[in-house]
């Protein structure tokens, strides 16, 4: 049993920051890609930033998070990161962390969320204009 635990949601003012934390105790860091996605009201669940097991942070191709968002790790702490800066009311959602062993390999490409392996339940961010 693997549990990824998120933390850091929260209710902020647009122009605001978060950080997001993702941890698991369970899985040895350094040897998975780590991934962030969201759930924002009406739309498919959608890939926001991963890291490999490199430390090599790689973003989805999405203008609406781009330059706003930074996704980092702790393999000390066993820590994911994502600081999220000049947040936006469309931010708001459900945010997941997911990880998925790949020691040496790329992520999964974007839109193959299926290809995760461990799931997070979520941290709710509201971003209130």
């Known amino acids: 049993q693997v549990d990824l635990v998120e933390s850091g949601g929260d209710s902020v003012q647009a122009g605001g920051s978060l950080r997001l934390s993702c941890a698991a105790s369970?899985?040895?860091?350094?040897?998975?890609?780590l991934g962030w996605f969201r759930q924002t009201p009406g739309k498919e669940r959608e890939g926001v930033a991963a890291?490999?097991?490199?430390?090599?942070?790689?973003?989805a191709n999405s203008d609406s998070v781009k330059g706003r968002f930074t996704v980092s790790k702790d393999n000390t702490k066993q820590i994911l990161y994502l600081q999220m800066d000049s947040l936006k009311p469309e931010d708001t959602g459900i945010y997941y962390c997911?990880?998925?062993?790949?020691?040496?390999?790329?992520?999964?490409?974007?839109?193959?969320?299926?290809?995760?392996?461990?799931w997070g339940q979520g941290t709710q961010v509201n971003v209130s204009s």
């Open positions: 890291i490999d097991s490199a430390g090599n942070p790689l973003y």
């Open positions: 997911a990880a998925d062993r790949r020691y040496g390999g790329n992520c999964p490409p974007w839109g193959r969320d299926d290809a995760y392996k461990y």
């Open positions: 369970e899985l040895t860091w350094r040897w998975y890609c």
